[in-house]
């Protein structure tokens, strides 16, 4: 009896944290996918190198009822709401939304999304960037769920060698990264890339 009623008392917790934010639980969709500064180490030199203020991003998706950022972090994984925004800089996020979000992600469309993240739930994090499936980073993460379960491409894919490298900032992250031999040609998908695509909507934030 004791573990439903802590159950209950969580659930409630969370929801009553979730209110004092700008978007409130009940707002979000699946799909939507949710944008924040981090603070993670590589976070100023993600900024630096896209023009963005924001280095990390997730997509929401519900489960039992509430939402979860399914991100890429230590591993793709799915991380309460509240959790994820606390992470980030100043507790301050961004909301965007599929432009046709009400005529495509219902039914098995919704399924085929959440199927997909369930493919590659688990992965580790990568942290040299790399087009593949073996590990996984954030903007890479969202921008293949997409693709792979609704044949939509949000963002524009690029070369590394088309980032602004040339801030102290960002020479030294790739330097203690790749040492001497930078992949300037590796096909990448920035936070900035999928913020900034056509096909989404501001639901909050920006």
């Given at each position: 009896?004791?573990?439903?009623?802590?159950?209950?008392?969580?659930?409630l917790f969370?929801?009553i944290?979730?209110?004092?934010?700008?978007?409130?639980?009940?707002?979000?969709?699946?799909?939507?996918?949710?944008?924040?500064?981090?603070?993670?180490?590589?976070?100023?030199?993600?900024?630096?190198?896209t023009?963005?203020?924001?280095?990390?991003?997730?997509?929401?998706?519900?489960?039992?009822?509430?939402?979860?950022?399914?991100?890429?972090?230590?591993?793709?994984?799915?991380?309460?709401?509240?959790?994820w925004?606390?992470?980030?800089?100043?507790?301050?996020?961004?909301?965007?939304?599929?432009?046709?979000?009400?005529?495509?992600?219902?039914?098995?469309?919704?399924?085929?999304?959440?199927?997909?993240?369930?493919?590659?739930?688990?992965?580790?994090y990568?942290p040299?960037?790399?087009?593949?499936?073996?590990?996984?980073?954030?903007?890479?993460?969202?921008?293949?769920?997409y693709?792979?379960?609704?044949?939509?491409?949000?963002?524009?894919l690029?070369?590394?060698?088309?980032?602004?490298?040339?801030?102290?900032?960002?020479?030294?992250?790739?330097?203690?990264?790749?040492?001497?031999?930078?992949?300037?040609?590796?096909?990448?998908?920035?936070?900035?890339?999928?913020?900034?695509?056509?096909?989404?909507?501001?639901?909050?934030?920006?």
């Amino acid at each position: 009896m004791i573990t439903p009623i802590i159950r209950v008392l969580a659930l409630l917790f969370s929801l009553i944290c979730l209110t004092c934010f700008p978007v409130l639980a009940a707002d979000l969709q699946d799909g939507d996918i949710v944008f924040q500064q981090s603070k993670s180490p590589q976070s100023l030199a993600i900024q630096k190198a896209t023009g963005s203020k924001y280095s990390h991003v997730g997509i929401v998706i519900c489960r039992s009822g509430f939402p979860q950022v399914f991100e890429a972090a230590d591993k793709v994984r799915y991380t309460p709401l509240n959790e994820w925004i606390r992470r980030g800089v100043g507790g301050k996020y961004a909301v965007k939304r599929l432009r046709n979000a009400d005529s495509v992600l219902n039914g098995e469309m919704l399924s085929k999304l959440r199927r997909t993240a369930e493919e590659l739930r688990g992965k580790p994090y990568d942290p040299y960037f790399e087009w593949s499936d073996s590990r996984i980073y954030c903007s890479e993460l969202v921008w293949k769920i997409y693709e792979r379960s609704l044949g939509i491409e949000i963002g524009r894919l690029q070369k590394l060698k088309e980032m602004n490298l040339t801030s102290p900032v960002v020479r030294k992250a790739l330097l203690k990264r790749f040492g001497k031999k930078v992949p300037l040609n590796e096909k990448v998908i920035t936070p900035a890339a999928i913020f900034n695509s056509r096909l989404l909507v501001t639901v909050d934030g920006g």
